[in-house]
């Protein structure tokens, strides 16, 4: 295939002798007019979208930054897992055993009264309490060895308390079904 360009050199005579049709240059300078406009409008919204963009920035930095400095409401707490790596491991450990237990009394439910019930969340709360405490008193002297000792010693007293009150629950259980074992056994 030859060049265009040599095409049209050699064929000047078809190209020159040939007008547009009327009104041609007016509707292309309509078409002109509109694609301009159109790009004016395209751009004067970006302006628009970046200033909104930063203000809803704005908004979100400044609204963390006062949940962080005001409204959190463990900020005057600290967790051993703040001290270190390895207390984050130890502190894991015991709160995984804690929920365990938890869930494990929960599930060994003997249709106790609800009267023991709640002595059993009060004193469960009681011990929190004593925990919270230390997390504050942790905040305060973030490097004292006595108070993360105070915290860990509180978990393992925790688990061991727990331990009790299941090893009492499943006696009682134990006692239940023998009891009810027996009744059948007799009829």
């Keep these: ?103 494990e009394i929960v599930n060994l439910d003997l249709n106790n009264s609800p009267e023991q019930k709640e002595i059993l969340k009060k004193e469960m709360r009681s011990m929190d309490s004593v925990y919270v405490q230390l997390q504050k008193e942790l905040k305060a002297n973030p490097n004292d060895e006595r108070i993360i000792n105070a915290m860990i010693e509180h978990y393992q007293t925790k688990v061991d308390v727990m331990n009790y009150i299941l090893d009492q629950l499943r006696a009682i259980r134990n006692e239940n079904q023998n009891k009810t074992d027996n009744g059948q056994t007799n009829l």
């Design 1 to 103: 295939m030859e060049n265009i360009e040599d095409f049209i050199r050699s064929n000047k005579q078809f190209f020159d002798g040939e007008e547009p049709s009327d009104g041609h240059f007016e509707r292309f300078s309509r078409k002109l007019e509109i694609r301009c406009s159109e790009r004016a409008i395209r751009r004067s919204i970006v302006p628009y979208l970046l200033k909104a963009a930063v203000v809803t920035l704005l908004v979100t930095l400044s609204s963390l930054w006062t949940w962080d400095h005001f409204l959190r409401p463990d900020r005057n707490r600290m967790a051993l897992g703040d001290v270190s790596p390895e207390y984050r491991e130890v502190e894991n450990y015991y709160v995984h055993q804690v929920k365990f237990m938890e869930n």
